[in-house]
């Protein structure tokens, strides 16, 4: 959960779920859990709370709309606010939500969404298609910039909208309040969880909204509206955003009254749930804290696979950085390897390409896994014309290769950044790292003030959104590749899961050649619950999102 927004949206599997009998034998191997061993050993502050649950969340930004986000911890809130048409169940298999049912025709062009009856957002007002209809013309809109690119999914007259050549978009119908048609122009593999997504109501947000002004919508992002198993009542920066259980939620009000997300670091994580001011949190795993968690007796501990990954940006505005033999010296020239080790304890691997293994389209032998090997890297940079100075720091038409690292504090990057100016240093390059917030890093990646970015992606149920950013449209860094451009998009094109997965092998092989990022680490997640609390089971999709309606506190 959480994290830097690296695909433009967390998607949701496509209607044919391939491929998942292997990601769910390899995520069975590596799963286990462990129940409360003495549940009587609960902290005082925890038996206290009567009707409120606290989980744990980092640095949310406070744009809480699920389309407009840029920070995955935002998407955290808003995945408790709003509801999707369709959503995923523990083995990532699309499952229907607000959509009581939808059918696909043959040629796979035309969706059509039948909601259940009776819905209603939580002020009470009735959520219907044209909902919808309002939801997708929105992220048409001209001027929209959030994170979900609608462009994948087709849409007949999207194209021509969002142009201004015309003023509906055609392959959207309203067929009756709970039946709408949605009609493409390409089959694609992402088609159905971009159209199956939150609901925003249009009379909330559309009332001071029209076309090419989004200043209202974003407006009401400080005051979300959803249809969700519980409603926002209140954020307060660097504490806490407050909820309560929706009444109207379609799967029946949720049995706690009250939810809370508690703002924590990895500083004060263990110790907050420790002394029960927390009651779910997701920890850095490695022995110690597997162990620590252990011996507290009322602790339920999960152990399973993310299919995140942490990672190292290229800015490649910066000229010195278009050159690929540099990029490929500071991966070859960082020991990956030894920051796996110290961080996760034998609970991860070097990250190799734009998935997690597990997933289907993983290519484990075919990628070049850029094994550390400074004298390599030391080769590269001096093809490069990066000579070596009188203090060992390279130089090159007089500029040093001194790069800066933008950087929050956490445990891997607490560990990062000593291995990586170490290993940095053994190749004749400065890296000089700037801690700061996650909201002051996306600051600065925005305005481009760096050389090198760390942060970790969200939940990667989909391997396009891995790769989304790479393209040229959509980049941020300034990479570009025509290779990239073909192989992503043709991959999201075609449903068939065979010519999918060579696809993704090709452009992975691609992007090895070609870097646009240094892959750090793959890992376990190592979660935690209290014994107070009953109902929650993490899984590889969905986080505890789907297990919040139906938390129970035990007397």
Do not use: C
């Not at 209202?216 to 409603?231: D, I």
């Amino acid at each position: 959960m959480g994290g830097i927004r690296f695909a433009r949206r967390r998607l949701l599997l496509a209607a044919m779920v391939w491929g998942l009998g292997t990601m769910a034998a390899a995520q069975a191997a590596e799963e286990g859990s462990l129940r409360a061993s003495d549940p009587s050993r609960l902290p005082a502050a925890a038996r206290a709370r009567h009707d409120v649950v606290v989980s744990a969340i980092s640095e949310p930004q406070g744009i809480f709309n699920p389309y407009l986000f840029h920070n995955g911890w935002d998407e955290n809130v808003t995945q408790v606010i709003f509801a999707n048409l369709v959503g995923l169940d523990r083995q990532g298999r699309p499952v229907p939500q607000l959509a009581e049912s939808w059918q696909v025709s043959r040629d796979n062009l035309v969706y059509t969404f039948k909601l259940r009856p009776n819905l209603k957002f939580s002020d009470g007002s009735p959520l219907t298609a044209s909902d919808v209809e309002f939801t997708l013309t929105l992220l048409h809109d001209p001027k929209y910039d959030g994170e979900t690119d609608i462009s994948l999914a087709n849409i007949k007259g999207g194209a021509d909208y969002k142009a201004g050549r015309a003023g509906t978009i055609s392959g959207i119908k309203v067929l009756d309040p709970r039946t709408i048609r949605i009609t493409t122009t390409e089959a694609g593999a992402v088609t159905l969880p971009l159209i199956g997504g939150p609901v925003l109501s249009r009379a909330y947000y559309g009332k001071n909204y029209t076309p090419g002004h989004l200043d209202g919508v974003r407006t009401q992002s400080a005051r979300p509206l959803g249809a969700g198993p519980y409603v926002y009542d209140k954020y307060i920066p660097g504490q806490e955003v407050r909820f309560h259980a929706n009444p109207y939620y379609y799967a029946g009000k949720p049995p706690v009254p009250f939810f809370i997300y508690r703002i924590t670091s990895d500083a004060t994580k263990l110790q907050l749930f420790q002394t029960g001011e927390v009651d779910n949190d997701r920890f850095s795993i490695n022995k110690d804290n597997i162990e620590q968690l252990k011996s507290l007796g009322f602790a339920n501990i999960d152990i399973y696979n993310s299919s995140d990954y942490s990672l190292v940006e290229f800015n490649l505005k910066k000229p010195y950085l278009k050159d690929v033999r540099v990029r490929q010296a500071l991966i070859y020239g960082l020991d990956r390897q030894k920051l796996v080790d110290v961080v996760y304890q034998g609970y991860g691997s070097v990250a190799t390409e734009a998935v997690a293994p597990g997933s289907w389209a993983y290519d484990p032998s075919g990628v070049n896994p850029y094994a550390y090997n400074p004298a390599r890297a030391r080769t590269l940079l001096d093809q490069a014309g990066w000579k070596v100075g009188a203090d060992g720091i390279r130089v090159k038409d007089g500029q040093r290769l001194t790069l800066t690292l933008l950087a929050t504090r956490k445990l891997l990057t607490d560990a990062l950044i000593p291995i990586a100016k170490e290993s940095y240093k053994a190749i004749g390059v400065e890296l000089r790292p700037e801690v700061s917030d996650f909201n002051a890093l996306l600051a600065k990646r925005k305005a481009g003030h760096y050389d090198l970015a760390t942060f970790s992606t969200s939940l990667i149920n989909d391997p396009n959104e891995g790769v989304h950013d790479f393209l040229t449209s959509q980049s941020v860094n300034g990479y570009h590749n025509p290779q990239v451009d073909r192989l992503t998009v043709e991959a999201n094109a075609t449903l068939d899961l065979k010519r999918r997965k060579q696809l993704y092998h090709q452009l992975y092989q691609v992007l090895a050649g070609d870097p646009p990022v240094i892959y750090l680490a793959y890992r376990k997640v190592l979660s935690a619950s209290s014994a107070r609390i009953s109902g929650f089971t993490p899984d590889i999709y969905n986080g505890i999102i789907t297990s919040l309606p139906h938390l129970k506190i035990v007397k």
